[in-house]
């Protein structure tokens, strides 16, 4: 079992940074695959990113590629969202996931098995 908690969303303008974090619990955090998605108000869950195991290897969305990063600190059990050049519909809430069988980096929410809470992130213009 993971328990992954995210860290507060914000209220950023457009344009603007914003980072927020997984903390994972339980099993070990260094054999799963994380993965970021959000979910936009009345829509589904889509993808955003995800990091490999080590975090050496990395995938993004191409909605969001050159203005996030994902990455990784196994020691502290902790996931990071830098999120940079915000734009208004990237308002969503975002959640962190762990995928156990981490065949790859998956883009499927069904794919992940454990999630976070959620986390509200909303930018205006």
């Known amino acids: 079992q993971v328990q992954l908690v995210e860290s507060w969303g914000a209220l950023v303008q457009a344009g603007g940074s914003l980072s927020v974090s997984c903390a994972a619990s339980g099993r070990t955090f260094s054999s799963d695959v994380i993965g970021w998605f959000l979910q936009a108000s009345g829509k589904e869950r889509e993808f955003v990113g995800a990091?490999?195991?080590?975090?050496?290897?990395?995938n993004y969305a191409d909605s969001v590629k050159g203005r996030f990063t994902i990455s990784r600190d196994n020691a502290k059990n902790m996931v990071y969202l830098q999120m940079s050049s915000l734009k208004v519909e990237d308002t969503a809430v975002y959640y962190c996931?762990?995928?156990?069988?981490?065949?790859?980096?998956?883009?499927?929410?069904?794919?992940?098995?454990?999630w976070g809470q959620g986390t509200q992130v909303t930018v205006s213009s």
């Open positions: 996931a762990a995928d156990r069988l981490g065949y790859g980096l998956r883009t499927t929410p069904l794919d992940y098995d454990y």
């Open positions: 990091i490999s195991r080590t975090g050496g290897v990395t």
